[in-house]
Structure formats: structure tokens, C-alpha cells
């Protein structure tokens, strides 16, 4: 329950902190994406000779070197991400949250490290969805949303992005007031902390029962 009020927060303060044509990635592109890359992965795991014709778990040991660096990269960029909030950055912040899944469009660390997580996560399932696998994808989804709001205060930090107050029928309607940088570097890092406990322990549900051939993931400081 504790969980879910957390991810429920996160998505409700995004949408208030984003308005629509300020989003850069929709839900479709989101998964096509996750698709796109499962797929590549699975494909190239099959390449090796230890791998030939190997799917789901079979596959953990080639997946785990290739996600590995990501998702570990994503635990210590936390730290820049949150020097970044603190000097209300905004350019940096929004750049760490990109997520441009487009021909031509860019992805950030946290965005890129997300993904591992996801896609990770997914190794422990053949067929059918693991409990685990639910599980993880469930403090990723945490992840997620924290990246959907620190974006979304990323883009008040410049001015922009903010909804429209006033007016009849949106008639007339003027931009909200800039908060300040000081209120909006608490609400970005306050959301990072989120991310950080759902980060361990997304760790620590992956270091349970451990396959005997793959190191187990390291958790950070909260």
C-alpha cells in the first residue's frame, strides 16, 4: 500500500508539474522501445555458442554483462543528478531525464538505466511473468515516475512548462508563477530519495537466490 501511495504521488505531481506538450515520450513509444530493445538483446544472446537457441533465464548470464553497467550507473549518477537539482541546474536536470525514444531523439542516464532495470528485471521470466519479475518491475515503475516529475520540475525551473490560471473557458488564461528554485530543488530531491529506496530495493530483490553464476547487484546510500 505504502508503495503504491508513493507511485500514486509521483505520477499525480508530474502531471501537475508537466502539461501535455511539454512531455517527451507517450507510453506507446515507451514500450516499443523496451520491446525493440528486448528483442535486440535476445537476439544477440542467441549469437554466442554458450547461448544458441536460449531464451528467458537461459540467456541471464550473457543479459546480466550487457545491463549490468547500466544499472550500476544509474545507483552513483544519482549523486550528480541531485548536486545538479540542488544548483537548480534545470538544463542538466532535464537533459538526466530525457527520454526521446524517437529515430533522432536523445535518452538520458536515468532514462538508460531505467530501461536495465526493466529489461533486467524480465530475465527472470520465461513464459509466464515471475512474482519476482513483478516485483522488481514495480520499484522500477518508482524509478520511472520519479524521472516523469524531476522532469517535470526541470522544465518550471526556466519558466516553462507551466499551466495556464485565470481566465473564461481558458480565455484570458496567464502562465502560473515561476516557484522558486528553492521549493522546486526540495520537491526534485525529495522524489530522488523515492527513487533511491526503490533502487535498493530493487537490489535487494534481485540478490534473492541469486543464480550461482551471476554477481549480485550493489545497493547505495539513501
Not at 15 to 22: E, F, M, T
Not at 136 to 160: N, Q
Not at 182 to 195: F, H, N, Y
Request: hydrophobic share 45%.
Amino acid at each position: 500500500m505504502q508503495r503504491a501511495a508513493v507511485i500514486l504521488a509521483l505520477a499525480t505531481g508530474a502531471a501537475a508539474l508537466r502539461p501535455l506538450q511539454c512531455r517527451t515520450n507517450s507510453l506507446a513509444q515507451r514500450r516499443e522501445f523496451l520491446g525493440a530493445a528486448a528483442g535486440a538483446a535476445a537476439a544477440a544472446a542467441t549469437l554466442l555458442p554458450q547461448a544458441a537457441h536460449a531464451t528467458g533465464k537461459a540467456t541471464q548470464k550473457t543479459l546480466f554483462l550487457r545491463y549490468e553497467k547500466r544499472i550500476a550507473g544509474l545507483g552513483s549518477y544519482f549523486d550528480e543528478l541531485e548536486a545538479a537539482i540542488s544548483n537548480a541546474d534545470w538544463a542538466a536536470v532535464a537533459t538526466a531525464c530525457e527520454a526521446d525514444t524517437s529515430k533522432k531523439g536523445k535518452i538520458g542516464p536515468v532514462y538508460s538505466g531505467l530501461t536495465a532495470m526493466e529489461l533486467w528485471a524480465n530475465t527472470y521470466s520465461d513464459r509466464k511473468q515471475s512474482v519476482k519479475t513483478q516485483r522488481m518491475l514495480a520499484e522500477a515503475e518508482i524509478v520511472e515516475k520519479t524521472r516523469e516529475y524531476v522532469a517535470g520540475v526541470a522544465g518550471k525551473g526556466p519558466g516553462e512548462c507551466l499551466e495556464a490560471e485565470g481566465g473564461f473557458f481558458g480565455i484570458g488564461a496567464k502562465p502560473a508563477p515561476k516557484p522558486s528554485d528553492r521549493e522546486l530543488s526540495s520537491a526534485a530531491l525529495g522524489a530522488v530519495k523515492q527513487a533511491r529506496g526503490a533502487f535498493n530495493r530493487f537490489v535487494a530483490l534481485n540478490n534473492e537466490a541469486l543464480p550461482l553464476d551471476i554477481n549480485g547487484l550493489v545497493a547505495i546510500a539513501e
